[in-house]
């Protein structure tokens, strides 16, 4: 009996308590109420609204934030390889090429650099040259590739960043890729030269990315550098 008057207790409590909830839904409900707008029609979020209004939200909904692909009207042409046309499988074909949007010359509107990746022929990487777009007015780009860069080093490349590491007001950058990384110095007067060897920053392990930051605090812009694995032809395993 015990038991049993447990159990019709418990069972008790619960329906006091599903009844207590029950009750104040339905006074929540009757403060907030459950409206019906301009045309009559219910509407559970207790709002009024006239048809003309839905047509508005939806027409805005419609027109919001579009983009179209303007890259032939804007003289840009570039073609990133990844070197899967040597049909190898090898993996570094998995990885692709950026972008970088910075102000190199000075004009306050950014310019586009673009690494290229580069080919895998005859067990061989090839490298390719970075391509520089200055951002010209109407919106439009003009390609300085062979007034920007002083020469023309070839890399196996991935990413590319910004900064202006030698404080001179003219933003700089690295490369990085297959092969180690490149360091473009500005030199103020819309061209660049590679600079890795003589900075101290040249190296010839994979790297993949980079990052520019004053890591030891002394005001002076330090290299971070993201490395990937050790492959090769030779270092070669099938898949």
Same mark, same amino acid.
């Not at 006239?50 to 179209?68: E, V």
């Not at 690494?115 to 022929?121: A, Y």
């Not at 970075?130 to 780009?141: A, C, S, Y």
């Given at each position: 009996?015990?038991?049993?008057?447990? !159990? +019709?207790?418990?069972?008790?409590?619960?329906?006091?308590?599903?009844?207590?909830?029950?009750?104040?839904?339905?006074?929540?409900?009757? &403060? +907030?109420?459950?409206?019906?707008?301009?045309?009559?029609?219910?509407? +559970?979020?207790?709002? $009024?609204?006239?048809?003309?209004?839905?047509? $508005?939200?939806?027409?805005?909904?419609? !027109?919001? &934030?579009?983009?179209?692909?303007?890259?032939?009207?804007?003289?840009?042409?570039?073609?990133?390889? @990844?070197?899967? $046309?040597?049909?190898?499988?090898?993996?570094?074909?998995?990885?692709?090429?950026?972008?970088? !949007?910075?102000?190199?010359?000075?004009?306050?509107?950014?310019?586009?650099?673009?690494?290229?990746?580069?080919?895998?022929? @005859?067990?061989?990487?090839?490298?390719?040259?970075?391509?520089?777009?200055?951002?010209?007015?109407?919106?439009?780009?003009?390609?300085? !590739? =062979?007034?920007?860069? +002083?020469?023309?080093?070839?890399?196996?490349?991935?990413?590319?960043?910004?900064?202006?590491?030698?404080?001179?007001?003219?933003?700089?950058?690295?490369?990085?890729?297959?092969?180690?990384?490149?360091?473009?110095?500005?030199?103020?007067?819309?061209?660049?030269?590679?600079? $890795?060897?003589?900075?101290?920053?040249?190296?010839?392990?994979?790297?993949?990315?980079?990052?520019?930051?004053?890591?030891?605090?002394?005001?002076?812009? =330090?290299?971070?550098?993201?490395?990937?694995?050790?492959?090769?032809?030779?270092?070669?395993?099938?898949?």
């Amino acid at each position: 009996m015990a038991a049993g008057s447990q !159990t +019709s207790n418990n069972a008790g409590a619960w329906c006091l308590f599903t009844f207590a909830q029950l009750a104040l839904v339905l006074f929540l409900a009757g &403060i +907030s109420g459950c409206g019906v707008d301009d045309a009559g029609t219910p509407n +559970s979020a207790g709002e $009024s609204g006239s048809a003309d209004d839905r047509r $508005s939200i939806a027409s805005d909904a419609a !027109t919001a &934030i579009q983009f179209r692909d303007i890259t032939p009207e804007a003289g840009v042409s570039v073609i990133a390889h @990844n070197g899967e $046309s040597g049909h190898y499988l090898a993996i570094l074909e998995t990885l692709a090429a950026g972008v970088a !949007t910075v102000d190199y010359d000075g004009d306050d509107v950014p310019d586009l650099l673009f690494p290229q990746g580069g080919l895998l022929e @005859n067990e061989t990487v090839i490298g390719t040259f970075l391509r520089v777009f200055r951002n010209r007015p109407g919106g439009t780009f003009q390609e300085a !590739t =062979d007034l920007a860069a +002083s020469d023309h080093s070839l890399l196996f490349s991935h990413g590319i960043v910004g900064c202006d590491y030698d404080n001179d007001g003219w933003t700089d950058f690295v490369v990085t890729g297959y092969g180690g990384i490149l360091l473009y110095q500005n030199l103020g007067d819309n061209t660049f030269r590679e600079v $890795s060897q003589t900075s101290g920053v040249r190296q010839e392990l994979w790297s993949t990315a980079a990052a520019w930051g004053d890591f030891d605090g002394d005001g002076d812009s =330090d290299l971070y550098v993201a490395r990937y694995v050790d492959w090769s032809f030779e270092n070669h395993p099938a898949c």
